[in-house]
């Protein structure tokens, strides 16, 4: 058969999937420059370091020309960070904190399963879905942070290790953290409300039944200790 | 009676809600390991919060996707764009010219049978450089025509995916003609077609290494795998080292639900970058490879024929069976699955496509059959005017299964809860509806692993053994046994599993982990505990075999107690290291499972709920009943993606998969969840069994049976969508003459 044409050197790269993400990252470009300089972010811009290839759309071309500094604060500490405009928080905090915080999971990449859940201003989102840059200025809590001493948990790990609300384990810290957000919100959420506050995250190893179980028996240690502050 | 020699009585302490008492119990050393007497557990067979959740709730648990090393490389895979293409060329001066990209590997030439056949791999220092290097590589392919589907695959002329074409067939197994003339005398035949896609395994943790490899004669490599000590061998090849030179860690793993196994492609690539820069390198496939490359469990078509008796009897049954496994020869079981039919003919084979081969999947082979079983056995109920749980009982003679049914059906209130006749409940739009349906798994243990369990002066109890815990709970029970043999708290026995160098151990597959090495860990810390009451004893004034451990304390037969520090101090300096392997006795095999469902069925936009699922289960001795409970609603909640929104969609013009992400590739998710009651069968007093997978066997053909009892509508291809539902509900409408 013949050559595939869509592949032909001379027209584009092979690789032409355009995943949510990728465009999200070129759109991300502006809003990221703009962030940067709304931070007054130290930009070292390392000429060298730009990408020899150029790239088919110039917002991703630009988004390829060195490197930022960035300082986050991450778990009520301020953390420096050198990465590229393009590099979303999920790969900051896994790759290029040192030492890197690798309890946040990356499973989709893509925005649907929640496993890079972190809570940004105590709202829970997808790390995979915002720059490094954007998290500039705003306070990050990963799960690290839920217990800092890591012996005392807080009431929602408590409940997760309780009633076995994880197998695998590898989507519990995004759960962990997507429930912990929605009973600061309300620790007497009900299931329902548990349910639909959990909407955004999957688990493959079925513990769907005990992260519920947990969630209300959290939500009434909460309620009890008058914490909501998590 | 008297006691048998080997027995005896004796008092020892035990603490119940903080209060100590002293009970009598009955122990027995010489004859070996054995579990004993259920009542007297502390531990096993309870509820235990697993040992590791608190590094899993705080994200210390260390994956091998979290795996940092100085020096590490980010490795990543092209795959093929084409279901069947030849590399024509391949340009990578791009790729290799970017500032930070290591080590390029281009497959220059390969004949690439399925989208995802490797066709180059990167090494660079940041993940985002590595993809950046993929998309630079330029890719010539010669493609080559392709088969994706089933109907094409098996039609005159379609290209061929393997040189000895796309059937591979087995013997028919019957007298064809016999069961057409006993088919022909049944009082009610029903027939149907039946479609299973592709399911993913979608494990959150994809496939990859992270192989530590820097030149020399030594290498450690960190892999998430279902087999820790396999990897050993595999990796040592791969990189031309001894294989005593080469360790495995699986500390943790993010699921595998059997596909991952053996060092694998990521694996393989990985090794080969790291033997060419001489450097570590973390290969971790992304979602997209994932579903690529990942495996799958094999679709299949079923074409069946079923006849009874006018009691329900199943004579007669002629059975089609196509594994539909891409590359690989797919996995089916037989026809009439776990059911009786007095004469059938059967033939089976393996249909080829360029696709990804097919994996072992939780139960391989299963759930494709049960599904078309269970439905079409239904079908022969309503025809019969028969209730589904009399049908079964009328053609299954295990008493383990008739237990259940009566079990289950208890349990989701069948008797109440059922439509008489399918279709015929409720007024209005939704539809609410019940079914029922058997499983059943082999499973069982043998002799792989070696424990080791170490008792210190200091009070310190570790267990140690090569074996991995797939989220399944080994860690906790492995802790679990060893402190219920020395009448400790759980949290006083360190368990270090997921290490080569800690002991052989098998691979966790069929369910045959727990089965394997339970006894093995029972093994340890009973001679364990022989040894150490040998070296305590004196300090008691006692004989060995009159001290007893329960409760903190090692106690001797007149009273006399010592703290178990107290106990261990007196080790003087040397501690106790004792090995256990798997004795016969301590496991079993064959589990069986009944499930039963209840849905509602929206008839104006064709939308399934679940509402509740029943699952029955038998495992032997429980070792942790939150796990069984945990794995038992996992595999309702995996057979529920089965049955409703999960599958492969792959193009036939194209040959590729659309669907290589979770937006479109739909795992069930919360608001899918129905309520659950997992119920384990305390009824089997036998060893320890693996139950993993027959929790996942019927639960498609129990919900396709509770939409069908619901609305009247039999979707026999999964998954069973909206559009499917109405079309049925139009055709029945169109039969009874469009009454709706």
Known sequence: ?230 | MADAPTKRRIKVPKVVNGIESIVEIEVDDTAGPQWGNRDQFTLIGKRLPRVDGPDKVTGRARYTHDVRLPGLLYGRILPSSHASAKVATIDTSAAEALPGVRAVIAFAGKQLRYQGDPVAAVAADTPELAEDAIRAIRVKYDVQPHVVDVDTALAAGAASVYTAGNIRAEEPRGDAAATAARLALCAAVVEGEFRTPMQHHSSFETHGVVVDYRGGESATIYASTQGTIGVVGDTARALGLEQGKVVCIVEHMGGGFGAKNGLDLPGSIACQLARKVNRPIHLMLTRSDEFLMGGNRSGSLQRLKLGASADGKLLAMVAEQHKLGGLGGGSQRNQPFMYKVETVYRTMDSVHTNFDSSRAFRAPGCPQPSFAMESILDDLAAKLDMDPIAIRKANISDPVHLRQLDMASEAIGWATGRNKRPGSGQAGPKKCGMGIGISGWGGGGGPSCRVTVTITPDGAVTVGVGSQDLGTGTRTYTAAIVAEEFGLPIKAVRANIGDSRLGNANGSGGSTTAASLAPAVKDAAFNARVAFFARVAPALGAKPEELAASAGKVVSADGKSLTWKQACAALSGTPVVATGQWKIGLSDSGTRGVQAAEVEVDTETGKVRVLRLVGVQDCGLPLNRLAVESQLNGGMIQGLGYALTEGCVVDKVSGLMLNTNFEEYKLPGVMEMPAFTPIIDDNDKRGVIGMAEPATIPTAGVIANAIFNACGVRVRTLPITPDKILAGLAANAKASGGAA
Do not use: W
């Not at chain 1, 989709?108 to 829970?124: E, S």
């Not at chain 1, 953290?177 to 929605?182: F, I, Q």
């Open chain 1, 1 to 230: 058969m013949s050559a595939d044409s869509h592949n032909d050197p001379n027209t584009e790269p092979v690789d032409r999937r355009l995943s949510r993400r990728a465009f999200l990252r070129g759109a991300g470009a502006a809003g990221a420059a703009s962030a940067l300089v709304a931070a007054a972010v130290d930009s070292a811009d390392h000429a060298g370091a730009a990408s020899p290839e150029p790239r088919r759309d110039d917002s991703r071309a630009a988004v390829h020309k060195g490197e930022i500094n960035l300082t986050l604060t991450i778990n009520g500490k301020p953390r420096l960070v050198t990465v590229e405009p393009r590099t979303t928080l999920l790969n900051a905090l896994r790759y290029y904190l040192d030492p890197p915080l690798t309890g946040t999971k990356v499973a989709c990449d893509r925005g649907t399963c929640g496993a890079c859940t972190v809570l940004l201003d105590g709202k829970p989102v997808y790390g995979c879905m915002i720059l490094a840059a954007d998290a500039v200025g705003r306070s990050v809590t990963t799960i690290e942070g839920l217990s800092p001493d890591g012996e005392n948990l807080h009431p929602v790990q408590a409940a997760f290790v309780e009633h076995d609300a994880l197998q695998c384990g590898f989507c519990t810290p995004g759960f962990v953290l997507t429930v912990t957000s929605v009973l600061n919100a309300n620790p007497q959420a009900t299931v329902d409300e548990i349910k639909h506050g959990c909407a955004g995250n999957l688990c493959r190893c079925g513990s769907y039944p005990h992260i519920y179980e947990a969630a209300l028996s959290a939500g009434k240690t909460m309620a009890k200790k008058g914490a909501g502050n998590g």
